[in-house]
């Protein structure tokens, strides 16, 4: 770890020194970085390793929507830094790679180019009732109640074949679950479905109370065909 933030610190001041001046970038205002952390609670007692996991579930699909590829490894880079409490590293990050601070936090910026850039906070900052993994024994003890907890509904989904059903699910069942569930019910391979809900592709950690839907909603499930060859 120690050796990796050497050579980003390297490369951060080589790329700063090239870097235009503040008031030179688009986007109007630009504050520096602040060293506040955002804070923010968890829906359920979270891991260190549940924690991230979530970060990584959201590198992995940021880049695939909007905004450049090298702005997106540039603003991890920099949340990192901010995670080790380098604050220097981090602003050096984000002068080398010329990204715009309206209000002084990653939660909202933008690039030279005017693309604006949104970081959760869970990427910026552990939640105050994270659970320390060594405590991992009463992590299970409270948040496994409270999963057992959710009332179970009927979850509308809708099939790109252009059937319609209806899975007995919580909101702590995850998309690989529902999976699950819909190949024993419709005996459709898991590796064929891709779940939608508001035009987002659903990854097979996201659990249903992440996507904020609500129960009279529907999921849209795009069934792929196997190929058949010969």
């Excluded at 540039?74 to 309206?102: R, W, Y």
């Excluded at 005996?187 to 035009?199: C, E, N, P």
């Excluded at 999921?219 to 190929?227: E, F, H, K, N, T």
């Amino acid at each position: 770890m120690g050796s990796c933030f050497g050579v980003i610190r390297q490369r951060s001041r080589l790329s700063s020194r090239n870097a235009p001046s503040n008031g030179n970038k688009r986007g109007g205002r630009n504050e520096p970085l602040k060293k506040d952390k955002p804070k923010w609670k968890s829906d359920y007692p979270m891991t260190e390793g549940q924690l991230r996991s979530k970060r990584d579930e959201f590198w992995d699909t940021a880049p695939a929507f909007d905004g450049r590829k090298e702005i997106w490894d540039a603003l991890k880079a920099a949340a990192v830094a901010i995670e080790c409490n380098d604050h220097q590293l981090a602003q050096a990050i984000v002068d080398g790679a010329s990204i715009t601070l309206p209000h002084g936090s990653l939660m909202e910026c933008y690039d030279e180019l005017g693309n604006r850039y949104q970081l959760p906070a869970y990427c910026l900052s552990p939640p105050v009732n994270l659970v320390s993994e060594c405590n991992d024994h009463n992590a299970s003890e409270n948040a496994e109640p409270q999963e057992k907890k959710e009332k179970e509904f009927q979850l509308k989904v809708r099939l790109s074949t252009g059937k319609d059903l209806r899975l007995s699910v919580t909101m702590a069942d995850s998309i690989r679950q529902l999976k699950k569930q819909l190949q024993i019910q419709e005996d459709i391979d898991t590796a064929h479905q891709r779940w939608f809900f508001s035009g987002k592709l659903l990854t097979d950690k996201t659990r249903l109370q992440d996507t904020k839907i609500q129960k009279d909603f529907v999921i849209q499930v795009i069934v792929s065909q196997p190929i058949v060859t010969s």
